[in-house]
């Protein structure tokens, strides 16, 4: 995608939660000049961060609409039936239409917008905040190839971008969405435990936290498998394989792996009640 072109785009947000900030973000460290940017919200609550970063706001949707090319629709899933019959009739063949609400599909979003209508599903995580995030896209019918080729040039700089089929938008919730908060909940245990054997808690999470971090890029640059990876560091008789163990012991595998299966279910269940929710 020409750099130029992305520098000469509209973007608008209809929301103005943290994934909302975090896209933004992530833009604005691109080609995308904040005087091109526009962000929408019924209350002023969160919109003072984006007005930092130059970003114009704005409590009108039709506004946002009107202003921009591409459209992030960054409210909650029940909202959008409500936020997309108010701006319907403002979307025209120009605009490309981005929800990023849990659970919304794409049916349902061509069902909400003019016939024709350009919608794409995406799906980010929160470390899109500091452009480590891990997005997954999937086009709707009358999405062309350069659609989701312009809007992975947008968020590139978000982190890792990927498209797919939109069955796996659902599973990614639970894989990614949801997964910074399992791998959140176990730096805070491995924390807890260093501070158990005696050691200060301020260090300990701080300790945990590079952990994660150096863990994460490790399997990441490395292209291993993490079960590599984790042989590399057991040594015969050693401290960790009587560390993994106990964590089999515990179930933490099984745990994790029913985690995200929860999480998956819950975000089709929430497309579930929007579909029957848009049609009402």
Same mark, same amino acid.
């Given at each position: 995608?020409?750099p130029?072109?992305?520098?000469? =785009?509209?973007?608008?947000?209809? !929301?103005?939660?943290?994934?909302?900030?975090?896209?933004?973000?992530?833009?604005?460290? !691109?080609?995308?000049?904040?005087?091109? +940017?526009?962000?929408?919200?019924?209350?002023?609550?969160?919109?003072?961060?984006?007005?930092e970063?130059? $970003?114009?706001?704005? /409590?009108?949707?039709? &506004?946002?609409?009107?202003?921009?090319?591409?459209v992030?629709?960054?409210?909650?899933? /029940?909202l959008?039936?409500?936020?997309?019959?108010?701006?319907?009739?403002?979307?025209?063949?120009? #605009? +490309?239409?981005?929800?990023?609400? @849990?659970? +919304?599909?794409?049916?349902?979003?061509?069902? =909400?917008?003019?016939?024709?209508?350009? @919608?794409?599903?995406?799906?980010?995580?929160?470390?899109?905040?500091?452009?480590?995030?891990?997005l997954?896209? @999937?086009?709707?019918? #009358?999405?062309?190839q350069?659609?989701?080729?312009?809007?992975?040039? =947008?968020?590139?700089?978000?982190?890792l +971008?990927?498209?797919g089929?939109?069955?796996? $938008?659902? $599973? #990614?919730?639970?894989?990614?969405? %949801?997964?910074?908060?399992?791998?959140?909940?176990?730096?805070?245990?491995?924390? &807890?435990?260093?501070?158990?054997?005696?050691m200060?808690?301020?260090?300990?999470? %701080?300790?945990?936290?590079?952990?994660? =971090?150096?863990? !994460?890029?490790?399997?990441?640059d490395? !292209?291993?498998?993490?079960?590599q990876?984790?042989?590399?560091?057991?040594?015969?008789?050693?401290?960790?394989?009587?560390?993994? /163990?106990?964590?089999?012991?515990?179930?933490?595998?099984?745990?994790?792996?029913?985690?995200?299966? %929860?999480?998956?279910?819950?975000?089709?269940?929430?497309?579930r009640?929007?579909a029957?929710?848009?049609?009402k």
């Amino acid at each position: 995608m020409d750099p130029e072109m992305d520098s000469q =785009l509209k973007i608008g947000f209809i !929301g103005a939660g943290n994934m909302a900030f975090g896209i933004a973000k992530g833009i604005l460290s !691109g080609n995308v000049l904040p005087v091109n +940017v526009k962000v929408g919200a019924p209350s002023s609550r969160n919109l003072g961060r984006f007005q930092e970063l130059g $970003i114009s706001v704005t /409590h009108s949707n039709v &506004e946002v609409v009107g202003s921009s090319d591409v459209v992030f629709v960054a409210v909650k899933p /029940h909202l959008v039936p409500q936020v997309l019959s108010e701006v319907s009739q403002h979307v025209t063949d120009r #605009h +490309v239409i981005v929800s990023v609400a @849990a659970g +919304v599909t794409l049916a349902t979003l061509e069902e =909400l917008l003019p016939e024709n209508s350009v @919608a794409i599903r995406l799906m980010p995580n929160l470390p899109c905040v500091v452009q480590e995030g891990a997005l997954l896209f @999937a086009r709707g019918s #009358h999405a062309k190839q350069e659609d989701g080729a312009l809007l992975r040039s =947008l968020l590139h700089r978000c982190g890792l +971008v990927e498209e797919g089929p939109e069955a796996w $938008i659902d $599973i #990614h919730t639970g894989l990614s969405g %949801s997964g910074v908060a399992f791998v959140y909940l176990f730096a805070e245990a491995l924390a &807890e435990g260093a501070v158990k054997m005696g050691m200060p808690s301020a260090l300990a999470h %701080s300790i945990a936290s590079q952990t994660v =971090l150096g863990a !994460g890029r490790l399997l990441r640059d490395s !292209g291993k498998h993490p079960a590599q990876l984790r042989s590399e560091v057991c040594t015969p008789g050693g401290t960790t394989i009587y560390g993994l /163990h106990t964590l089999e012991q515990g179930g933490v595998r099984a745990s994790t792996i029913s985690a995200v299966e %929860s999480a998956t279910e819950r975000a089709r269940e929430l497309g579930r009640k929007s579909a029957a929710g848009s049609r009402k």
